[in-house]
Nanobody
Framework: QVHLVESGGGSVEVGGSLRLSCAAS????????AGWFRQAPGKEREGVAT???????TYADSVQGRFTISRDNARDILYLQMDNLKPEDTAMYYC??????????????WGQGTQVTVSS
């Protein structure tokens, strides 16, 4: 059985940093696609960043240059380093993983989410 567990969320001020982690059990990131998504109250879920085998990363325009996705394949942990945080980054953040990136939404495994709140 696959489990993804996010951690690292919290409350920070504008310009601050957080690092989110997503630990996987029953699943290996090494040859798979994994990504971070977020959903703010009243808004649709949006993709933040993806990391595909072997080392292909994509970012939403809104976080490009501020967020960095990475993975520790030996420990099966996915990370999202978030720097220069803005109030509009406030959301529940979810990690997801699947065999292919285009399967994340329809056939992916999802964590329970971790809240990020950025205050001005």
């Amino acid at each position: 059985q696959v489990h993804l567990v996010e951690s690292g969320g919290g409350s920070v001020e504008v310009g601050g940093s957080l690092r989110l982690s997503c630990a996987a059990s029953g699943f290996t990131y090494s040859t798979r696609c994994a990504g971070w998504f977020r959903q703010a109250p009243g808004k649709e879920r949006e993709g933040v960043a993806t990391s595909d085998y072997p080392d292909i990363t994509t970012y939403a325009d809104s976080v490009q240059g501020r967020f960095t996705i990475s993975r520790d394949n030996a420990r099966d942990i996915l990370y999202l380093q978030m720097d220069n945080l803005k109030p509009e980054d406030t959301a529940m953040y979810y990690c997801a993983a699947a065999i292919r990136c285009d399967w994340l939404h329809t056939h992916g495994y999802w964590g329970q989410g971790t809240q990020v709140t950025v205050s001005s």
